[in-house]
């Protein structure tokens, strides 16, 4: 059984930072991508970051790039988000995500285990 446990939320000032982290037990994660996602209330689930089986391949939405970095630990089966410049619209539950895939793609669909999310607030 995969599991995976997200940690690192919280409530942060627009501009602040915080760094998300995803360990995942019953995969090995370094044959797979993983990805990050967020859903608001009332809007649909999308896609935040992506990154593929080694880390050498990286994607963004565009409301991210430049702002959030994606990274992987394979010898910890952890993966990171580190969010900066964070506004109020990043305001959302974050959720991680593997896929067997060996690179990250931005489909909900893509991916076949979740994590319960992470609650992020970010106040203006």
């Known amino acids: 059984q995969v599991q995976l446990v997200e940690s690192g939320g919280g409530l942060v000032q627009a501009g602040g930072s915080l760094r998300l982290s995803c360990v995942a037990s019953g995969r090995t994660l370094r044959a797979y991508a993983m990805g990050w996602f967020r859903q608001a209330p009332g809007k649909e689930r999308e896609f935040v970051a992506g990154v593929s089986w080694n880390g050498g391949n990286t994607y963004y939405a565009d409301s991210t790039k430049g702002r959030f970095t994606i990274s992987r630990n394979n010898a910890k089966n952890t993966v990171y988000l580190q969010m900066n410049s964070l506004k109020p619209e990043d305001t959302a539950i974050y959720y991680c995500?593997?896929?067997?895939?060996?690179?990250?793609?931005?489909?909900?669909?893509?991916?076949?285990?979740w994590g319960q999310g992470t609650q992020v607030t970010v106040s203006s």
């Open positions: 995500a593997t896929t067997y895939r060996s690179y990250a793609h931005s489909g909900t669909h893509e991916y076949d285990y």
